[in-house]
């Protein structure tokens, strides 16, 4: 599944995606790219449809980097949608509405999607002091909901996955908690420390997932430091 990150043709053909997927790591470690090289990825499958939602300034000051064997004039970034939110009620009404959608996309992409919580609104809207992990919980309530209708009408040709990506807090995903009662599919990127290389792990992380026993992990090994995205190489553990 790491190499669905990466571009199509540097790997075999990939197994089933899951529905609902996490992807942390820390600041600089090139999470918006790999998540606009999933989204190109998935727009390439049966020429469908991608939604990419970010917000607009970090996306400007930090665009994605893609990689070399991307053409920029592709037609397949015309399959890309990207819309721009605020906050995560921009998420909310997005998702309340997507049961009307004619077509539904092969992939919801949200950058940074912990990021649209403010601590201090969310509290302010609840009027609880854990306002945030309850704007969360419902918003990630809707995304499960809504990709779930979405597969009911896709399935078994097509299929719709949403893929967010947060921070990453110590060795695991801030507010793990929240996501783990959503999300059962985690991606991890870690940095490799002291080598020098400006290389970067992403790997499944089966220990959250429980699922450490039921597949072989791999790794893949990829850089951004020359404002490509490059995979190095992929690593069985």
């Known amino acids: 599944?790491?190499?669905?990150?990466?571009?199509?043709?540097q790997f075999i053909e990939p197994g089933p995606i899951e529905p609902l997927i996490l992807l942390t790591g820390s600041i600089g470690c090139g999470k918006t790219s790999l998540l606009f090289q999933f989204a190109i990825n998935r727009a390439l499958e049966n020429s469908s449809e991608v939604v990419f939602i970010c917000n607009k300034a970090k996306l400007e000051n930090k665009p994605p980097f893609l990689s070399e064997a991307i053409d920029p004039s592709?037609?397949?970034?015309?399959?890309?949608?990207?819309k721009y939110i605020e906050d995560y009620e921009d998420i909310k009404m997005y998702f309340a509405a997507f049961h009307l959608h004619e077509k539904f996309p092969s992939a919801v992409i949200i950058d940074d999607f912990g990021g649209f919580f403010n601590d201090r609104c969310c509290q302010q809207k609840y009027g609880n002091a854990r306002g945030r992990d309850l704007a969360m919980a419902r918003t990630l309530a809707l995304c499960q909901d809504a990709v779930s209708h979405a597969n009911e009408k896709l399935q078994p040709h097509k299929s719709c996955t949403i893929l967010l990506s947060d921070l990453q807090q110590g060795d695991t995903p801030r507010l793990l908690f929240i996501y783990k009662r959503w999300i059962n599919c985690f991606f991890t990127v870690e940095g490799n420390q002291g080598d020098g290389s400006g290389s970067y792990n992403l790997k499944k992380n089966n220990s959250i997932s429980g699922s450490a026993m039921e597949e072989r992990s791999r790794a893949a090994k990829y850089s951004i430091a020359l404002q490509y995205l490059v995979l190095e190489e992929i690593i069985e553990e």
């Open 74 to 82: 592709s037609d397949v970034f015309e399959r890309i949608q990207i």
């Open 1 to 9: 599944m790491v190499e669905q990150f990466f571009p199509m043709t």
